[in-house]
């Protein structure tokens, strides 16, 4: 490798550099969310986002630009979460559309490729605000153009130089956002990026990275059934077949494609490695029944470079029994009686699922503020409803993004996305459905509907800080409404009355309280009585939650 170009291999291993300088900053750049809650999880989403892509770069052999574009590219997409991950994803996404059409890398080629980079994740945000990844990306592509328009040759220099400006524009984001520079931090996601570019840049130098935590050999989905009883029966067994092929595509395969047939690989084993380009797809998997792989794989076009190793001959046997136990187990369930419109909900606690599903939502994903769900992980729940018209409710506006990626990687049904932004949003959705109507009636409706509701949740600061000219000491309380930071206090039921209060306005007619797993009944109803003596016009209606860390979730409408 020239010291002016980059080529496939270098590449791939600066990307998992990146990848793993990231994972092991994560937990300090979650610490640098700007309100001080025990849920910050800006570096996890990130960490998680680019793990899902370096799980299958770190398993490619000798590869070429494009098929690690592409694993790059479909990767991210695929495991992107929160907000911060769905930017990150975007952003490799136009990276690798520049990069996958050379073998070398040159000092132009990267300044053209962090200029689509900027434009693919400015165009995946609705309204994108400065001061934030987003302008830290664009700062580096700036600098990119500039100096490879003078005519920088050394890419050494050139990258150093990059990142260098990207930290410069990273120490700059408190100016761009007031309420960072009131929380004495930078910008989350902008420092995640930074990381990223660390990690990259001194693996071209030469360094050796630290090590990874992650196993990249394992599924970042939980086993199933099948696989926990091979685990019991003999630890060290797993799947019998490592079996390899490649397919000449006779027909178009997209990222919904390769998501499907990822997801079929991992019904039948693990170690799955799936990398397509335009022309062919490089397929890798561990499995007790290789002809399930093989017959999948002809739906997409012959085959080539077939090669499968019994990597456990001695027990051929026992795993094909268990390979027959595991496919009675995986017959899917019918998917019910199909309807005009489904919903699926984002939702955390026990309490509010109940809640949801008494409404006739089909599907709930946990997650939430405590863990984002990915963009497959919605794709797959949208798949799941057998129903033409499918509405997504996010629940949270960290989620918003990637349900809207997953909109577009759905094929066969009409994906609507209402924007909720907390619980009570969702409620108010879900309420104000009206069949009688068609989905564009509706998702005008709902997103109306849940413009009147006001919302805020009390949890703890993990930190000192002032935010909203409050004075936060760690170990206090806080009513965080929609806007802001409410009240603070170190009296749990003083802080949810307080925050109910700055939230009211005549026209409200409905509080409900919806309280968290470290809350009692009687606590509950203490409060939900003083908010009656406070507002007795209002209708107050108290319901079990079970949410972890918010003790509270409060709304008036």
């Known amino acids: 490798m020239s010291l002016n170009t980059i080529d496939a291999g270098c590449l791939a291993k600066m990307f998992l550099a990146g990848a793993g300088n990231l994972e092991s900053k994560k937990e ?59 930017i990150l994803s975007q952003l490799f996404r136009g990276f690798t559309k520049v990069i996958r059409e050379y073998d070398l890398i040159t000092i132009p080629v990267v300044a053209s490729a962090c200029e689509k980079a900027v434009e693919t994740a400015y165009k995946a945000v609705m309204k994108p605000k400065e001061g934030t990844i987003l302008t830290v990306a664009k700062g580096a592509a700036m600098k990119a153009r500039e100096l490879a328009d ?72 939980q086993a199933s059934s099948s696989q926990s009883r091979e685990a019991q029966a003999n630890m060290e067994i797993k799947f019998g077949y490592c079996t390899e092929f490649i397919i000449m595509l006779n027909k178009t395969f997209n990222i919904k494609h390769e998501m499907d047939f990822k997801a079929y690989l991992e019904s039948i084993g693990d170690s799955i490695v799936v990398v397509a380009d335009e022309d062919v797809v490089k397929v890798h998997v561990h499995t007790n029944d290789p002809g399930l ?25 026992k795993l094909f029994r268990m390979n027959a136990d595991a496919a009675e187990e995986k017959a899917p369930e019918p998917a019910g009686e199909h309807k005009d419109a489904g919903f699926i909900a984002v939702s955390v606690g026990e309490g509010i699922d109940e809640i949801f599903k008494g409404l006739g939502v089909d599907h709930i994903i946990a997650g939430g503020q405590t863990m984002n769900p990915s963009t497959e992980d ?15 409710l996010p629940n949270n506006k960290n989620i918003i993004l990637a349900a809207n990626q997953a909109k577009y990687l759905v094929e066969g049904k009409n994906v609507v996305v209402i924007p909720t932004k907390t619980i009570p949003q969702g409620i108010t ?14 998702e005008a409706a709902m997103s109306e509907e849940i413009g009147r509701v006001k919302t805020g949740e009390v949890t703890y600061a993990v930190r000192d800080t002032t935010i909203d000219g409050k004075e936060i000491r760690q170990g206090d309380y806080m009513g965080i409404g929609d806007d802001g930071i409410l009240s603070v206090g170190a009296d749990i039921a003083d802080v949810a009355f307080e925050m109910t209060t700055a939230m009211m306005e005549e026209d409200r007619e409905l509080i409900s309280i919806y309280y968290g797993e470290q ?39």
């Not at 109803?525 to 908010?531: D, F, M, Q, T, W």
């Not at 406070?534 to 979730?553: A, H, N, R």
């Open 150 to 221: 003078a005519g920088e040759g050394d890419m050494e220099k050139f990258l150093g130089e990059v990142i260098a400006h990207a930290e410069y524009v990273l120490s700059q984001t408190p100016e761009m956002l007031p309420v960072l520079k009131q929380a004495g931090v930078v910008d989350s996601g902008g420092q995640g990026l930074v990381e990223v570019l660390h990690g990259a840049y001194d693996a071209f130098l030469g360094k050796e990275p630290g090590e990874l935590k992650m196993d990249f050999s394992a599924k970042p989905a």
């Open 28 to 86: 300090w750049i979650n610490e640098l969310n700007v309100f001080p809650v025990p849920d910050g999880d800006t570096g996890t989403n990130m960490t998680l986002t680019i793990m899902s892509a370096a799980r299958d770069v770190a398993a490619m052999k000798d590869p070429d630009m494009t098929t690690l574009a592409r694993a790059i590219s479909s990767g991210s997409l695929r495991g992107a979460r929160g907000n911060s991950g769905v």
């Open 519 to 557: 809350i009692g009944e009687e606590e509950a109803e203490a409060l939900k009585s003083r908010i009656e003596e406070k507002y007795p016009s209002c209708d107050i209606e108290l319901q079990y939650g079970g949410q972890p860390i918010y003790s509270y979730i409060i709304s008036a409408e």
């Open 293 to 317: 792989a093989i017959q999948k794989a002809l739906k997409y076009g012959a085959l080539s470079n077939m090669k499968i190793d019994n990597m456990r001959l001695e027990h051929e046997e």
């Open 378 to 392: 919605v794709v797959k729940a949208i798949e799941s409803v057998n129903a033409d018209t499918v509405y997504v």
């Open 429 to 442: 959705a879900v309420i104000n459905y009206v069949p009688d109507m068609g989905p564009e009636e509706n």
